[in-house]
C-alpha cells in the first residue's frame, strides 16, 4: 500500500510563493512518476504538474508554466510543488498522486492510483 501526505500549503497574498511537499512510503519511490493536481471549489479536479521517476522529464498545466516548479529528491522519497507569483485563481486543494505501475508516466488524473488527503492553498488579492 502506499501512503502520500501533502504539506505546505497555506493562506499567501497574490505574488507571493509557497513550496508544497508530498511524502511518500510503501513502495520503491524512484521508480515511479508523480503527479500534482489540484480542485477548486465547484470545478472537477485538474492537473498541475507530473514528474518520472528519475526527474528527467516534466510537464506543466499552461496555466502555471513559468511560475510552478516540480522536482523531487527520491532519497527523502518526497515530491515538491514550488508556486511562486500565485495568483488568486490557483486558491485550491492541491493533491499529490502515484500511479498504479513503475515507470508509467501520465498526464491524465485517472490513470493515477494512489492520492494524499490534499492541502488547501488559499490566495487573497
Known amino acids: 500500500q502506499v501512503q502520500l501526505v501533502e504539506s505546505g500549503g497555506g493562506l499567501v497574498q497574490a505574488g507571493g510563493s509557497l513550496r508544497l511537499s508530498c511524502a511518500a512510503s510503501g513502495r520503491t519511490f524512484s521508480t515511479y512518476a508523480m503527479g500534482w493536481f489540484r480542485q477548486a471549489p465547484g470545478k472537477e479536479r485538474e492537473f498541475v504538474s507530473a514528474i518520472t521517476w528519475g526527474g528527467v522529464r516534466l510537464n506543466y498545466a499552461d496555466s502555471v508554466k513559468g511560475r510552478f516548479t516540480i522536482s523531487r529528491d527520491n532519497a527523502k522519497n518526497t515530491v515538491y510543488l514550488q508556486m511562486n507569483s500565485l495568483k488568486v485563481e490557483d486558491t485550491a486543494v492541491y493533491y499529490c498522486?502515484?500511479?498504479?505501475?513503475?515507470?508509467?508516466?501520465?498526464?491524465?488524473?485517472?490513470?493515477?492510483?494512489?492520492w494524499g488527503q490534499g492541502t488547501q492553498v488559499t490566495v487573497s488579492s
Open positions: 498522486a502515484a500511479p498504479e505501475s513503475s515507470y508509467s508516466y501520465y498526464l491524465d488524473s485517472r490513470l493515477y492510483r494512489y
